[in-house]
């Protein structure tokens, strides 16, 4: 399944369910969707997109996950079976995290932390620095395990899986996402 540059535009602004299961151990959240991601409804679902590639490698399921056409039954039970779940810090859908506002990721931030309560994961990790520096106002965070928690929950800074992040591989990205599962309790 391809799409048009025309197709995808049509789903800007659109909103993708967070997939979250009962007993969701580590919480990763993106930026906000992309328009494949929109198109599609499955997180992380533009072809060429490291995550997935990422989660198997650090063994966090057992197999590479192919969302570009939509989340499966299947590959959806896996993830929120051993305790994954994904949401985003800004709802809305647009071609490049760059069209977001700093009041939006702010905004974004706040309906996260509430959200981070509801479903009460031991780990949330963030996938993207500049996003949770702008989210969250922590201007020198680095990547990896910060100081504060969130409603006990440890919060963790992990790389973004975009293909637009060059300098990191799905080696880089597995080792970083391996050590947030690793602290959840997931691997």
């Known amino acids: 399944m391809g799409f048009t540059r025309a197709e995808l535009l049509e ?16 919480l990763f959240v993106g930026i906000n969707p992309g328009l494949w991601t929109a198109a599609t409804g499955a997180h992380f679902a533009r072809p060429g997109n490291r995550f997935y590639p990422a989660l198997a490698r650090a063994g966090i399921v057992d197999r590479v996950i192919d ?3 939509g989340m499966s039954e299947a590959d959806a039970e896996l993830l929120t079976r051993r305790g994954i779940g994904i949401t985003n810090v800004v709802a809305r859908a647009t071609a490049t995290a760059a069209e977001l506002t700093v009041d939006e990721l702010r905004d ?9 309560r509801e479903i009460g994961p031991r780990v949330v990790a963030v996938a993207g620095i500049t996003a949770y520096r ?29 293909g637009l992040n060059a300098h990191e591989t ?17 691997v």
């Not at 799905?170 to 959840?184: K, P």
Request: some cysteine; aromatic content about 6%.
């Open 11 to 26: 789903y800007r602004d659109r909103t993708v369910e967070d997939l979250v299961g009962d007993g969701c151990r580590l």
């Open 108 to 116: 974004g931030g706040r309906r996260l932390r509430a959200r981070v």
């Open 170 to 186: 799905v080696d880089s990205l597995a080792a970083a996402y391996r050590e947030a599962a690793v602290a959840a309790g997931v």
């Open 67 to 69: 969302a570009s056409r």
């Open 134 to 162: 702008s989210a969250f106002g922590r201007r020198d965070a680095v990547t990896g395990r910060q100081e504060e928690t969130w409603d006990g929950a440890q919060l963790w800074v992990v790389p973004n899986p975009s």
